[in-house]
């Protein structure tokens, strides 16, 4: 395991901002979503182990401080230079001489930005850069924090779809915490689910949708309808737009995809929904009362 988490706790004056009870590791090769809502501790988790807020507990790792990469919310560089220089200051490199940097230059196409200063460029520009900057690192564990905060959605979809293409039959170990359910559905291939400083839920995507969710769920308008067309199955909890309808095996999943179609209801069929898995995983946390 790359690192493992025995116990931590940190506290903000009185307040506890984060306690994890139970082990949590972080292997080789591994992509960690992390999720949660505002407050739930997820910055906050970053910041411990990248040992840039004071925690109680034990975090367990062999890898040094200079190992490990970290993409944070708030980025900024020097505003009085080229992004070149920049660039070339902080890699401790030359552009034209290094292909690896290049790759990744035009892999972004941020080749039009590097004469460019900081300000001038755009919000999703400023995240190309320190992706690149971060990538450039080759770190064993590298932390994305919210890597399409602030952009618009198109962007956001650009930027993502780069990423997920990037990192693609790679090995790199990532920690991505994001708020956007459809990024992690795309990057992460395990769970981290905070709610209030606790740990709801944590294990591998898949086996947590069939814990919390069935084998697979149908999403619908909820409406008068297909509340009735449904009222057989079982409902989970979703938005109050929505109908989560959930599937125990192909069997049920059959009888429910004769009645939508006969009935021509527009669904979509899902296996790996992060959100509806995560509201779940939240309501079965604190209805059993557990303290983890």
Same mark, same amino acid.
């Given at each position: ?124 520009? *400023?995240?190309?850069?320190?992706? #690149?900057? &971060? %990538?450039?690192?080759? @770190?064993?564990?590298? +932390? =994305? ?122 669904? *979509?069929?899902?296996?790996?929904? #992060?959100? &509806? %898995?995560?509201?779940? @995983?939240?309501?079965? +946390? =604190? ?6």
């Amino acid at each position: 395991m790359l690192l493992t988490i025995k116990q931590l706790q940190v506290k903000y004056g009185d307040q506890t901002a984060l306690q994890i009870n139970s082990p949590i590791s972080f292997g080789k090769g591994e992509r960690i979503g992390v999720i949660g809502s505002n407050g739930a501790g997820k910055t906050t988790l970053v910041k411990a182990i990248l040992g840039l807020t004071n925690y109680d507990g034990r975090i367990i790792t062999d890898l040094q401080p200079e190992q490990m990469a970290a993409h944070m919310q708030s980025n900024a560089y020097v505003t009085t230079m080229p992004i070149r220089r920049i660039m070339e200051m902080v890699l401790d490199t030359r552009v034209k001489e290094n292909k690896e940097l290049q790759e990744l230059i035009d892999f972004f196409e941020f080749g039009n930005c590097l004469s460019k200063r900081f300000p001038a460029l755009s919000g999703g520009q *400023k995240q190309k850069f320190t992706i #690149i900057m &971060i %990538m450039m690192q080759k @770190a064993e564990l590298t +932390f =994305y924090d919210e890597v399409t905060s602030g952009l618009d959605f198109e962007t956001r979809q650009k930027l993502m779809e780069k990423m997920v293409e990037w990192y693609r039959g790679k090995e790199d170990s990532l920690v991505i915490v994001s708020h956007y359910y459809e990024e992690l559905e795309q990057l992460a291939d395990k769970i981290l689910l905070l709610d209030r400083g606790r740990v709801v839920a944590f294990g591998r995507t898949d086996e947590l949708f069939r814990t919390y969710c069935g084998d697979a769920i149908f999403i619908l308008d909820n409406n008068r309808v297909n509340c009735s067309l449904t009222k057989e199955f079982r409902t989970l909890r979703s938005p109050n737009h929505l109908l989560a309808v959930s599937c125990r095996d192909r069997e049920e999943e059959k009888r429910l995809l004769t009645i939508l179609v006969n009935h021509r209801v527009n669904f *979509k069929r899902s296996n790996s929904d #992060i959100e &509806i %898995m995560s509201i779940n @995983a939240r309501e079965r +946390f =604190y209805a059993q009362g557990e303290n983890r």
